[in-house]
């Protein structure tokens, strides 16, 4: 069974600093995807960024970069020019090619004005 | 298009009634999903399913049951509530390939007293 670590409950960052927060996992499988969600107070999930496991390259999406290192099984996402409105909660995600889906316990970003 | 939408928005239920989590997705999704999240915790899978009349266990299936009649719904029974079901349950979909991303619903607070 895939399980993935999450191994910073929280986490604090100074408006527009960077931070980075942790994610591993473990997988037998070699073909799968990995997630960042987002989820602010209102619950609602929101997908920051993904990775498709065969991609060397890290992905990017704006201020949002993931440092994906498959042989470590490690996803670690970093934000940068932190904004206020980036306070929440970060769920790391694993899916595999079957679909099946796992996610971490999450970590509680604080953005500090 | 409504996304993915779920019913009722809270409940509480007694120890030991039952009763069904609705939802539906208009977007023709094959993949469809059940988590509840715990407070302060990450989301854990419940059931999935890959299509119609095709439906698999999560990590915590103890105490629901699902069924998939048709690509749209995607309906939670529990049976016997227990206090540990307290819990906030999302429901989520995706289309037939594992690297897009899940799309939630608002999510559903069962309380059981």
């Known amino acids: 069974a895939q399980t993935v670590t999450q191994s910073q409950p929280e986490m604090s960052v100074q408006e527009a600093e960077t931070v980075t927060l942790s994610c591993t996992y473990d997988?037998?499988?070699?073909?799968?995807?990995l997630f960042w969600y987002k989820q602010p107070p209102s619950r609602q999930m929101i997908l920051v960024i993904r990775q498709e496991a065969y991609k060397q390259q890290n992905a990017t999406e704006n201020r949002f970069s993931v440092n994906f290192q498959k042989a470590a099984k490690s996803f670690s996402l970093k934000i940068s020019d932190s904004q206020l409105g980036d306070a929440a909660m970060y769920f790391c995600?694993?899916?595999?090619?079957?679909?099946?889906?796992?996610f971490g316990d999450g970590t509680t970003l604080t953005v500090k004005p | 298009n409504a996304g993915v939408t779920q019913t009722p928005k809270f409940r509480i239920l007694k120890i030991g009634q039952s009763m069904t989590l609705q939802c539906a997705q208009d977007?023709?999704?094959?993949?469809m999903y059940w988590y509840r999240q715990d407070p302060g915790m990450g989301l854990k899978l419940i059931y999935y399913?890959?299509?119609?009349?095709?439906?698999d266990k999560g990590e915590v299936p103890n105490g629901y049951n699902v069924s998939r009649s048709t690509t749209e719904d995607f309906p939670l029974r529990l049976e016997l509530a227990a206090p540990s079901q307290t819990s906030v349950y999302f429901c989520?979909?995706?289309?037939?390939?594992?690297?897009?991303?899940?799309?939630f619903g608002p999510g559903t607070r069962l309380t059981v007293t």
């Open positions: 997988t037998s499988e070699s073909d799968y995807y």
């Open positions: 399913s890959v299509g119609a009349g095709i439906t």
């Open positions: 977007m023709n999704h094959n993949y």
């Open positions: 995600a694993y899916r595999s090619n079957a679909g099946k889906s796992t």
């Open positions: 989520a979909s995706s289309p037939g390939q594992a690297t897009y991303e899940q799309y």
